[in-house]
């Protein structure tokens, strides 16, 4: 029982101390991707660009304060977009997407992934070309990151279709501050 208890106790602090390390903040902000849904309306016409808004949210925000500020050099390593909703949506309907990350009010939106040769049977899954020439240190530290998914449909739907775009992140620990 001792011995489960002096486990119990050095388990807790190593939690502590790694969890505010800037080596744990980088591997947790490489780990848990930013996901979001986005929905392409019935509505969209072919040829025409629309456009669609998310929150996109990742696990370690759920801790409250995501200690972005323990990391630096983040970007995107990892896009895809796969249809949720009907999950046999063919995403060869959009002919070409882009995917902008933003502050929730929507300022210094850049640009992270996007695609312009969607194929027209490629299926309910499509991995993204990358964008990484953007650093997003500033944006990781907003408490809520907008998405704006602009897009370009084929053909038509009957349905509203629902996307869930999965984006992977890298970064390195911050120099500690003194």
Partial sequence: MYLTKKRMLILAWMVTTFSSCAMYQSIVKSSFPY??????PASA????VGSAISTATSFDQNFGKNNADRVKMVRIVSAKLMSTEPV????GSLSE?????SDNEGQDEVMVA???????NVGNN???????????DELVREPQIRVRMAYKVRRSSKIDASVQLVLGL????????R
Avoid: E, F
């Fill in 45 to 48: 016409q072919p040829g025409s």
């Fill in 114 to 120: 996007s695609r312009n040769d969607i194929g027209a």
């Fill in 88 to 91: 046999d949506y063919n995403l």
């Fill in 35 to 40: 996901t979001c849904t986005l929905v392409v």
């Fill in 170 to 177: 890298a970064a390195y620990p911050a120099p500690k501050s």
């Fill in 126 to 136: 499509v991995v993204l070309d990358i964008d990484n020439s953007n650093m997003l």
């Fill in 97 to 101: 997407v882009r995917i902008y990350l």
